[in-house]
């Protein structure tokens, strides 16, 4: 029988979640935070699609401050919609973002920490102690800041964020990401603030699912009922990026988790809000039908039927269906029937290939690990992962990342074999795994660096 996991209530600007509330569904801008007609624009398309927070990164101070003008603009224009700050790498910036928006988004990897080297560090127990003093050092302050404004935080955490030290001690694991948060979670428990979202996200959706499963029963075993945002990040476009979100995100909504939703796609932002919508709505059927198609495994085969006019909802229903199934290792290959013509029988075998490859299962196809783009974006996105996309889709599990730029750049690609990332404004760094092989790249060169990369290594044989 479906029901959600209980959680403690956090206020967002007077649109609460957790507890009893509805699942909030959400989105990010993507244009320069200093632009702000653009990026009013732009959460007004967010807003009018449905979304109940939209979040603007802040780089720096000056996108900080100018969130108060945004937050200004918007009111003038009848929009109260909750705002949401995205800071890495200066908690300075944080704490002022504090004091203008309804909500602030912080990396545990890159708060306190230095930039990741991926270099192995070695601590003493005393050592490590005295590291997780600095950041309980710097973190009072700024709940001080977020308590004296009424303003909740987001502790978010990426997989390919981990602070140096975290993955020295734990590895680039699930456990090493649970303990990444469950450090400043401690803090927020310790001093009553309870304003506070978690989430651990991935691109891997085995990762995903598996760590926020950790996350609960780590928050469980110590009093915790902190709210947990759920999404798959650089989950990419198009029909690939909807599914390996309903994989990732569906297989945690179908058992009771999750209070907030991202479909972070590499589209305008505004088109994510009717996905997560539309998993949010289907998550106590697909509970059952879960459930009905586990006891109906038969040679190592999950078979579905639907009978769905759009072959969107067919897509979504069926990931959301299988994808919890296919990653706790219940069966290894998925037959999917449509029982509509509108939905095609050969549709319905591409779906159940990329929902295969998806839940990492089975790779028979060009695997794009592509961030859903920000203000920080260096590049045009959309066409660029068109034009590699071209190039490589007969490239049987081979995986691309595209990057809009470095936040989360070599970390996120540690799952990938080439990666291109943008380094400046016009230019791009192309990767193999973690090693940048060319730096500082013209944009109008890098497509085709990059193509010439592939093909290099494929005739010399090097091992991706």
Known sequence: ????????????????????????VQS????????????????????????????M???????AENMRNIRAALHARGYDTPLVADVHFNPAVAD??????????????????????????????????????????????FLDICRSHGTAIRIGVNHGSLSDRIMSRYGNTPAGMVESSMEFLRICAEQSFGDVVISIKASNTVVMVQTVRLLVSRMDSEGMSFPIHLGVTEAGEGEDGRIKSAVGIGALLAEGIGDTVRVSLSEAPEKEIPVARKLVAYAPESNLRRAAAKAAVTDDTITLKYDESSLED??????????????DGFARELRLISLNPAVTQAQADDTAEAILQAARVKFTRTEYISCPGCGRTL????????????????????????MGCIVNGPGEMADADYGYVGAGRGRISLYRGKECIEKNIPEADAVDRLLALIESDSVSGQPR
């Not at 967010?46 to 979040?55: D, P, T």
């Not at 067919?314 to 990653?327: E, H, N, R, V």
């Open 379 to 402: 590049y045009d996105l959309e066409s660029t992962i068109a034009r590699i996309k071209a190039a490589t889709t007969h490239l049987k599990g081979l995986k691309i990342a595209i």
């Open 96 to 141: 002022v973002a504090a004091r203008y928006v309804q909500k602030v988004r912080i990396n545990p990897g890159n708060y306190v920490d230095p930039a990741r080297t991926f270099r192995h560090l070695e601590y003493t127990d005393s050592e490590y102690a005295a590291e997780l003093r600095k950041i309980r050092d710097r973190f009072i302050p």
């Open 314 to 327: 067919f897509q979504l229903k069926a990931a959301m269906d299988a994808g919890a199934l296919l990653i």
């Open 57 to 63: 990164t802040t780089q720096g101070t000056r996108e």
């Open 1 to 24: 029988m479906y029901s959600r996991r209980k959680s403690s209530q956090v206020n967002v600007g007077g649109v609460p979640l957790g507890d009893d509330n509805p699942i909030r």
């Open 28 to 55: 990010m801008t993507t244009t320069p935070t200093m632009d702000t007609d653009a990026c009013v624009g732009q959460a007004v398309r967010i807003i009018e699609a449905g979304g109940e927070y939209v979040r």
